[in-house]
């Protein structure tokens, strides 16, 4: 076996754990193996006995060996390697629409604050590993200094501080130079799309969506009396170009909104080249892009993708970004690049809300500023990327299985395909009333076309509940088929 390299910034037992897995995968250690003991494979990759153990322990908890007194580790007869991506086809000539599932969407929104409910219903990646401490130290310190002046107002476009370290962020990890006059400061995620929105196009509009797309967006283009069409979406690469290219010959689309940094719910981040020549392509048809961007920082490997905005030439390419899903989901603090269309997003920012809250934007400044958001980021993917293995195993385990499910390479959901049979709204009512929240994939398309499948958070502290609430789900999935 290969050695463990000292120098990379992961724990040594997420390296064996990732070198153990990698044998698996590759067949080298096939079902039924047994793995060499802790003291010989201590001998081996150079690591001391308690590392091997704690990664073993961790291989046993993603179900992918199993121990066996006065015997030792071995691989499991059964494991994920039967779970696939999922497969779905949109067919020919789908069509602008409103969305037909609000009530739905309410019910999943209600279902996620009951007392006492498993939350897997809610993607809240930074939740899996909370920065709590950290921010609440941070703000200790900017209250001290700044006191009066943090309870009043920001300026429109945010605090400048702010503003800056956004920009450096953008210098430091893609290389991309950013004007901090061209960032507007919005509360959350969501405001900033819903300005990109509005500043590009007008009720009755056709936006296009990948397919699946978060059903946040779809409520919001619906809200704003707007048309969402649905974009065939590869698991593998994220948008089709070639069915985008067709869709927008067929359909007068204003405008795109896509996430292409990592999408949810399938967890796919587009290829940088695909990423441009998709820019390229909107360009050239003049339709305007804006870029979910939420989720980029939080790609397993570490590595951060390019945003469009930073191929784009025109100015017609928009970028959302938040540190709702990176640091604080309450602070509700997001940006907006707002590319050609400063002047329209400032005069809607001070319409709609004035501007965000500055005590938040002054703790999240100097939290960039002092390198504690990379250092707590460097914590959280390690965490979310093992969380996501185990909710696989567990899937492989509990679930039918002719079940398919996504695999992401960041993020905090797995997207499962239910055998055909199921139902996903009666799924979720049975869930609800077993304490257990799920987001059924019926409000992941305008025309409730992904009735069988379902979208699972693995954005919370790992748990005996939830594995108990996933084998649970299976059982249930189970049932429900006749199984």
């Not at 900017?142 to 920009?167: D, K, W």
């Not at 969380?387 to 905090?412: Q, Y």
């Amino acid at each position: 076996m290969q050695t463990i390299d000292r120098a990379k910034d992961l724990h040594l037992y997420r390296q064996v754990t990732d070198l153990i897995n990698t044998n698996i995968e590759s067949g080298t250690l096939r079902p039924g193996d047994r793995l060499p003991s802790l003291r010989r494979m201590s001998e081996q990759i150079g690591v001391s006995v308690p590392t091997v153990r704690q990664a073993y322990i961790e291989l046993e908890r993603q179900r992918r060996v199993e121990s066996r007194p006065q015997s030792g580790f071995y691989v499991r007869a059964q494991s994920a390697n039967r779970m696939v991506r999922p497969s779905t086809r949109l067919g020919a000539g789908p069509k602008p629409m409103p969305v037909a599932c609000r009530t739905l969407m309410e019910r999943v929104y209600d279902g996620l604050y009951q007392p006492g409910i498993v939350p897997l219903g809610i993607a809240n990646p930074c939740m899996a590993h909370p920065a709590a401490r950290g921010l609440h130290r941070t703000m200790k310190r900017v209250m001290s200094r700044v006191e009066e002046r943090a309870l009043g107002y920001a300026p429109t476009l945010g605090e400048r501080r702010l503003r800056q370290q956004i920009a450096y962020r953008y210098l430091d990890t893609v290389g991309a130079t950013v004007d901090p006059d061209d960032i507007c400061i919005t509360n959350g995620g969501q405001e900033a799309l819903l300005l990109s929105l509005q500043a590009v196009a007008k009720p009755g509009d056709i936006i296009a969506v990948e397919s699946p797309a978060y059903h946040g967006l779809l409520e919001l283009i619906d809200s704003l009396g707007m048309l969402a069409l649905e974009v065939e979406t590869c698991p593998e690469e994220g948008v089709l170009l070639d069915s985008l290219a067709k869709t927008l010959d067929l359909h007068p689309v204003q405008a795109c909104l896509f996430s292409t940094t990592l999408s949810n719910p399938l967890g796919v981040s587009m290829p940088d080249d695909k990423r441009e020549a998709l820019v390229r392509l909107l360009e050239d048809r003049e339709v305007v892009l804006i870029e979910d961007d939420v989720y980029g920082e939080l790609l397993f490997d570490g590595r951060r993708p390019r945003p469009a905005e930073f191929y784009a030439q025109s100015g017609r390419v928009l970028s959302c970004g938040s540190f709702s899903k990176t640091a604080a989901p309450g602070y509700r603090i997001g940006w907006l690049l707002t590319g050609g269309f400063r002047s329209p997003i400032e005069r809607l920012k001070r319409s709609y809300s004035c501007s965000s809250g500055l005590l938040q934007q002054l703790t999240l400044s100097e939290f960039l500023a002092s390198g504690d958001y990379d250092r707590y980021l460097k914590t959280l993917r390690p965490v979310l990327r093992q969380n996501a293995e185990r909710m696989s195993a567990l899937v492989a385990e509990h679930f039918p299985a002719d079940t398919r499910t996504s695999r992401p390479v960041g993020g905090s959901v797995l997207w499962l395909e239910l055998p055909r049979s199921v139902d996903s709204e009666t799924l979720f009512d049975s869930a609800i009333r077993n304490g257990i929240s799920i987001a059924p994939g019926l409000i992941f398309a305008p025309d409730r076309r992904y009735r069988n499948f379902i979208r699972l958070s693995f954005g919370h502290p790992w748990s005996e509940r939830i594995e108990a609430a996933i084998a649970w789900l299976g059982a249930e999935v189970g049932r429900l088929t006749g199984h």
